[in-house]
């Protein structure tokens, strides 16, 4: 890794070591550190509207119908989330029902493996895990994001984050060993030319949601009336409840910033489920690092107005 991919990651931020989670939890203790608990926030301000649904976007139509085109459209523009739709069954392993996915174009055998190389991850013992601790000022590897004090409030839950691409940027130190299947073919990291030429099943996941990232921009460029390579910037997908069936896909700052607020970065959080564990595997898309962003200048001469984050 070269002097200025340092420097870049060491721009990306760091974070501070924090308590374990996964062991505070084991504990069965209600003694709760204090930086996890919301205390201002009440249960009587969540309001829930069964009534409402995330829009509902079907990949397979996207690209040869005009109404599904709309649909995401008017899903970018008013919620600033969608649903990729998918016909769903269910893999029973020993404390899950992993989902199968389809319609978006990943392979549900892709979608499988992947969350339960995860899961085998986090069923290691603190101490495995804490191999692949994040090393100061540094946010990839195992443990907590951007905790840059101690008093701060922190997320109930723990973190893997590892950046596969740029592949000239992977510290493979922070690449587990276990599972094997995780990091099995870590030997053709040498062929850093090769973007695309990624380690194990988390590579090869990447890689199939960049190319469905990909589509969904050429859809959005083209509500926009814009060319699509103009708009290649940041979507994050996340596969997690409580949409069971589908890849939930965010609209982020960045389009907000690039489609002059046409498009909604919405702010929005995970829950914590009382009953059992949660995963979450997120995918964040986004330019480089010191990319200047800024409204497209097309969308600019159709409004003069520009948009204040």
């Known amino acids: 890794m070269g002097s ?6 060491k721009e990306f931020g760091g974070s501070l070591p924090v308590a374990n989670v996964q062991a505070l939890a084991s504990n069965n203790s209600s003694d709760i550190p204090i930086q996890y608990l919301m205390l201002e926030l009440q249960s009587e301000e969540v309001l829930v509207d069964e009534s409402l ?10 690209m040869v119908d005009d109404d599904e085109m709309e649909k995401l459209h008017f899903a970018c523009k008013d919620w600033g989330f969608f649903q990729g739709e998918s016909h769903i069954g269910y893999l029973e392993t020993e404390d899950v029902v992993v989902k199968q996915l389809i319609n978006h174009g990943v392979e549900e055998e892709v979608i499988v493996k992947m969350m339960m190389d995860v899961q085998d991850f986090f069923k290691l013992s603190l101490e495995e895990k804490n191999a692949y601790a994040q090393l100061p000022n540094d946010i990839e590897g195992y443990g907590q994001a951007f905790v840059v004090s101690r008093d701060q409030k922190l997320d109930w839950g723990d973190m893997l984050f590892l950046l596969p691409l ?10 587990p060993k276990k599972p094997t299947s995780f990091r099995k073919h870590t030997n053709l990291i040498i062929l850093l030319k090769f973007v695309h030429c990624m380690a194990g ?9 960049h190319r469905v990232s990909i589509n969904l921009l050429r859809s959005m460029a083209k509500n926009l009336g814009i060319n699509p390579d103009k708009l290649a910037t940041m979507l994050r997908m996340q596969h997690k409840e409580p949409v069971p069936d589908a890849f939930i896909v965010n609209i ?10 046409e498009y909604k970065s919405i702010e929005h959080r995970a829950v914590v489920n009382p009953e059992k564990e949660r995963l979450s595997i997120a995918a964040f898309h986004s330019p480089n690092y010191r990319t200047m962003i800024g409204p497209l200048p097309d969308l600019l001469k159709e409004n ?3 948009c204040q984050l």
Do not use: F, V
């Open 166 to 175: 740029p592949a000239s940027q992977r510290n493979m130190r922070l690449w």
């Open 252 to 261: 982020g700052d960045i389009i907000e910033i690039m489609s002059n607020g």
């Open 4 to 9: 200025e991919e340092m420097s870049i990651r």
């Open 53 to 62: 649904h995330i829009p509902t976007i079907d990949m397979r139509k996207l």
């Open 304 to 306: 003069s107005a520009q």
């Open 201 to 209: 099943n988390i590579g090869k996941y990447s890689s199939e949601l």
